[in-house]
């Protein structure tokens, strides 16, 4: 089983800032792609940062020079370092990860449950 854990979500005024952690645990392998997705409501989910494990980044256009996504290969954990929230970043976020569990199996996607970005006006 591998099962990503997230936290660092809540309530925070606009111009605020919040971290966002995802660590996933279980039996893995490998981790290789790593990202945070958001979903606010009636809009559907878009990927808003993502890292390889070698370290390459990218971003949506919305959150460059706002958000800094990194991660730790060591301990199979993401973060995500938001500033300069706007009440548009509200939505839930969700933490994904592909992951390996044994060095012969296929890669698998998986999800976090989502946490919580609310950012007041």
């Known amino acids: 089983q591998v099962q990503l854990v997230e936290s660092g979500g809540g309530l925070v005024q606009a111009g605020g800032a919040l971290t966002l952690s995802c660590a996933a645990s279980?039996?893995?392998?490998?981790?290789?792609?790593m990202g945070w997705y958001c979903q606010a409501p009636g809009k559907q989910r878009g990927v808003v940062a993502a890292v390889t494990r070698g370290g390459l980044t990218n971003y949506a256009d919305s959150v460059k020079g706002r958000f800094t996504i990194s991660r730790d290969n060591t301990k199979n954990t993401v973060s995500l370092q938001m500033s300069s929230l706007k009440p548009e970043d509200t939505a839930i976020y969700y933490c994904n990860a592909v992951i390996k569990q044994r060095y012969y199996d296929l890669a698998n996607n998986y999800w976090g449950q989502g946490t919580q970005v609310t950012v007041s006006s």
């Open positions: 279980g039996t893995i392998f490998s981790s290789n792609d």
